[in-house]
């Protein structure tokens, strides 16, 4: 299975290499890696002290932000390397303050990762979550150097768990402790002989709950929610924007703010979703030229400010459980309080499933449901506060992952 899990790397080298010359996104990532070791190469000389957080993507960077920048605080002489897989996350977060050095994770390959570690020497690694790879964990363990995976999610379906997974599930014991989200995979680890786990929790809920500790003020929203009810709409795709803009077209009356905060904020996206809706609407990008209080709906044609838009919000709704590309992150509403809608596809979404068994978010499939529901939650206060208590005890029960893990690495 070695051989072919290595065929299958070199092959996909060349498939990315391929479609980078049509996709933008593929081009970065290629572009990146081939970057990597001059970058490293350039950054870290012989004998730092070095540390290595790895993350798929900008979902799982914030994920383990809150342990990685306690571990800034406890290891501040060594230089930290921070990488990704995608461009998502990489682009977005290629100056964070947490780390020294940013990079996108070369390819697994065997050659790769002996390069890697004999440039990094890392005293810890952290993975998180998943993108757990095989030749990289292998040379780790090879090498006697300490990796640990925290928030991990795994589900029986997978590899690691399969009689044909053995060079997975071997990778998987290079770690010498995991950290699960939920028993589940704590089961799973103990069905194949790993004994080295804890259930710690999800490192999400201590980086939303973090989030009430930071100035959230934004003085445009304040201008613009006027002290009118708000309905906020978070990494919205087109399946529900199509619902908001006919709610608004309809249904609302001129004493509702809403604003909407697209995940794709490409110029003809927004404006085609700008055309859409009959009432009075202002772009972020043009939020200075106008008096916000006279707008009704505000899309935010940027990135980077949704988790404070949140904390103006009365209702929330997130994005992508309408159609197939994935539910965004409904933590960080929730910790503000307030009620949630999503979608009904959200299956693999365990915290969705739990906040909606709480009463504090609800599903739905269709125009009539998402009117139904809306306009009971904008009429009915006390409805609305209750329902936005369970979804902030929800996320103070479930935070103090961190906690663990940091005493594990006797922090």
């Known amino acids: 299975m070695s ?3 290595d065929i299958g790397i070199h092959l996909t080298g060349v498939v990315l290499k391929l479609g980078a010359q049509f996709n933008a996104k593929l081009k970065k990532g290629v572009i990146g890696r ?6 490293l190469k350039n950054n870290i000389q012989k004998g730092d002290k070095t540390l290595w957080f790895h993350c798929a993507s900008l979902g799982e960077y914030e994920q383990g932000l809150p342990v990685f920048l306690e571990l800034r605080k406890h290891y501040k002489n060594h230089k930290i390397i921070l990488s990704f897989f995608s461009p998502s996350g990489y682009e977005i977060r290629k100056n964070s303050p947490i780390a020294n050095v940013v990079i996108y994770l070369p390819l697994d390959t065997k050659t790769n990762a002996k390069r890697f570690l004999d440039l990094l020497n890392p005293e810890l690694t952290i993975f998180v979550k998943y993108d757990i ?14 990796a640990i995976l925290i928030s991990a999610a795994f589900r029986k379906e997978q590899s690691y768990f399969k009689f044909y997974g053995k060079h997975l599930k071997q990778a998987l014991f290079a770690f010498e402790h995991i950290f699960t989200q939920n028993e589940t995979s704590k089961t799973l680890l103990e069905s194949i002989n790993y004994k080295s786990v804890t259930l710690s929790g999800d490192t999400r809920y201590d980086r939303v709950y973090s989030q009430l500790n930071l100035d959230n003020s934004l003085n445009f929203i304040d201008t613009f929610k006027n002290n009118k009810l708000c309905i906020v709409a978070g990494s919205t795709w087109p399946e529900g924007e199509a619902l908001f803009v006919e709610f608004i077209n309809t249904q609302v009356s001129k004493d509702i703010k809403f604003i909407i905060a697209p995940h794709d904020i490409k110029p003809d996206r927004i404006k085609k979703l700008q055309e859409k809706i009959n009432s009075k609407t202002v772009l972020f990008s043009e939020k200075d030229n106008h008096n916000l209080a006279e707008f009704q709906v505000f899309i935010i044609d940027t990135i980077g400010i949704l988790s404070k838009i949140y904390s103006y919000a009365d209702i929330a709704y997130v994005g992508g459980a309408v159609g197939n590309t994935g539910l965004h992150n409904t933590l960080e509403p929730a910790v503000f309080g307030v009620p949630i ?7 693999k979404f365990l915290e969705a499933q739990a906040l909606i068994n709480n009463g504090g978010m609800f599903e739905i499939d269709n125009q009539l449901k998402f009117n139904e529901t809306l306009n009971k939650l904008i009429a009915d206060s006390d409805f609305r506060a209750e329902a936005g208590s369970y979804n902030k005890a929800f996320i103070e029960k479930n935070k103090g992952a961190v906690i663990q893990i940091l005493d594990y690495l006797r922090i």
Not at 341 to 347: A, D, E, K, S, T
């Open 133 to 146: 790879w095989p030749n990289f964990l292998n040379e780790l363990k090879a090498r006697h150097l300490r």
């Open 3 to 5: 051989i072919i899990y």
């Open 34 to 39: 081939k970057n990597t070791f001059h970058i």
């Open 341 to 347: 809608l999503i979608g009904n596809n959200h299956v």
